[in-house]
């Protein structure tokens, strides 16, 4: 029963670094340019957004389309798309690299795409695929050394509509040239 309850107790204190309240920054619907600072040069890399060291922003869009996010700042940034929203309570445990849910609502948060837990100064994540309509939530930190803030950043979103092939272009004009054809061959 002792060694159960170390093994609890080492468990815990671990994994209360990358447990924390997630605090949503903004909404960046329509895309924009947008600036914020998080706390520290490591959050995001450490999974790690207590005390501001990872910034979440919603995102909501109406139709499927193309996401590209590009931070600049003096430090290496992460950035992760997720499908879902996330809320401002105790316990989100944050990955910056797989799915989340949130233990008060159990909303769950797909991961979508991420930068790598390497780079250079600033980030890029262009040409996201976000599949269907809804909200989306994008976190933005700190993947540098652990050094403290605060570290400013300007952060441009961009959503793009998925454009209809050209495939789609052709079968529609064959289609109404068919039905033109099929109404003058009945009407003689």
């Known amino acids: 029963m002792n060694h159960l309850f170390r093994v609890t107790s080492i468990v815990a204190l671990l ?4 447990i924390a309240n997630a605090s949503i920054t903004g909404d960046v619907t ?5 600036s ?7 959050g995001w890399v450490l999974n790690n957004p207590a005390s501001n060291g990872v910034d979440f922003w919603t995102l909501t869009i109406d139709q499927p389309g193309y996401l590209s996010v590009n931070v600049g700042s003096q430090i290496d940034f992460g950035i992760s798309v997720y499908q879902g929203s996330v809320s401002d309570s105790v316990g989100f445990a944050f990955d910056n690299a797989a799915s989340f849910r949130d ?4 909303e769950l948060g797909t991961f979508i795409d991420g930068t790598p837990n390497f780079g250079f100064a600033g980030s890029t994540l262009e040409d996201v695929f976000l599949a269907t309509a809804g909200t989306y939530t994008i976190a933005v930190g700190g993947s540098d050394f652990g050094f403290s803030g605060p570290y400013q950043y300007e952060m441009t979103v961009n959503v793009s509509a998925v454009p209809l092939p050209a495939a789609v272009w ?4 064959g289609l109404t040239a068919l039905a033109g054809w099929s109404r003058r061959y009945t009407a003689a």
């Open 30 to 34: 329509g895309g924009g340019a947008f």
């Open 15 to 18: 994994t209360t670094a990358s």
């Open 103 to 106: 233990p008060i609502t159990s």
């Open 170 to 173: 052709l079968f529609l004009t």
């Open 36 to 42: 914020d600072d998080v706390s520290t040069a490591d």
